[in-house]
């Protein structure tokens, strides 16, 4: 090797561990308007020539819990405030949970990036630009929310949605199983009624902006589901009933209607699995 190849390659390891400092640093951020920014620099500056030694790099050593600002205050999910669309209140309540998932998206991007060393460099790719669209969508639910008077942190938000992170913080094949394709999915399968429940209100501007979540949603979900299916792959597993299997064993409160089956299938789910779902919610409902 040339001492200038080996130059190159120094400098991709040390443009790697900067690339995975600034990853953390954006994952640790407890500051909302921080953390938008320090996504944002990272997507806009991407070394990606950096992306396969990040992929070599070993994990850092990372907590369970990721920056967030000291409000919203955590609640149990019954608690959190539920109002009728046709109150300012109401919308407001609803979007406000909706950014508060969204936050929690950014964190769960970043740390996919973060937790699981050793998966191809588009996997790193993938991620980080789910990061960039998790931002994007908190930022405009941010900017709804003060448009009509409000702020993320102003009511309580539910406890539950890092749960899901935890328990599968050691294994990249149950996060990916999961996260999108179970917690993001289920954004595929309420968002539709919630833009209907706010057009009959005629609050067109926040219709406009779940539109663009719900469609980018889709993508998020595709990612998970390519990703799950190569780790599958690589464990000799196979894939519709592994992911069956791991909503029994990590997720037994189920999966509840309704289900969009049109968006899922945009998101690569298989016709077996969208036919497992059904039966599984149709044998959760008979008891
Ligand atoms: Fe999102
Ligand atoms: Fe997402």
Redesign the pocket.
């Known amino acids: 090797m040339s001492i200038a190849a080996a130059g190159g390659l120094l400098t991709r390891q040390q443009s790697a561990r900067q690339l995975q400092a600034a990853l953390r640093s954006a994952w640790s951020e407890t500051m909302p308007a921080a953390k938008l920014q320090a996504v944002h620099g990272l997507w806009q500056q991407l070394d990606h020539a950096a992306l396969p030694a990040l992929a070599e790099l070993p994990a850092p050593a990372l907590g369970l819990q990721p920056g967030r600002p000291s409000q919203p205050q955590l609640v149990h999910p019954a608690s959190v405030p539920r109002r009728r669309l046709g109150s300012v209140a109401g919308r407001v309540a609803l979007l406000h949970a909706i950014a508060h998932?969204?936050f929690n998206?950014i964190n769960l991007a970043l740390d996919a990036c973060l937790r699981f060393a050793g998966m191809p460099a588009a996997f790193y790719l993938d991620w980080l630009s789910v990061a960039a669209?998790?931002a994007r969508?908190?930022r405009l639910l941010q900017q709804r929310l003060q448009d009509l008077g409000a702020g993320y942190g102003d009511l309580p938000a539910h406890d539950g949605l890092w749960q899901m992170a935890i328990k599968t913080a050691d294994d990249v094949l149950a996060r990916m199983a999961l996260v999108p394709r179970v917690l993001?999915a289920r954004?595929l399968d309420v968002t539709p009624g919630m833009i209907d429940r706010l057009r009959a209100v005629g609050d067109d501007d926040s219709v406009a902006v779940l539109q663009v979540?719900l469609e980018?949603?889709v993508r998020?979900v595709e990612i998970g589901t390519r990703w799950f299916r190569h780790c599958c792959a690589r464990r000799g597993l196979e894939p519709d009933t592994t992911f069956i299997e791991l909503l029994d064993r990590l997720h037994p409160d189920g999966i509840k209607p309704p289900i969009n089956d049109a968006a899922r299938r945009r998101a690569e789910f298989s016709a077996s699995e969208l036919h497992m779902l059904h039966a599984r919610i149709a044998r959760q409902a008979t008891g």
Do not use: R
Request: glycine share 8%; proline share 0%.
């Open positions: 998932i969204e998206a669209d998790e969508h908190f993001e954004g979540i980018e949603e998020h």
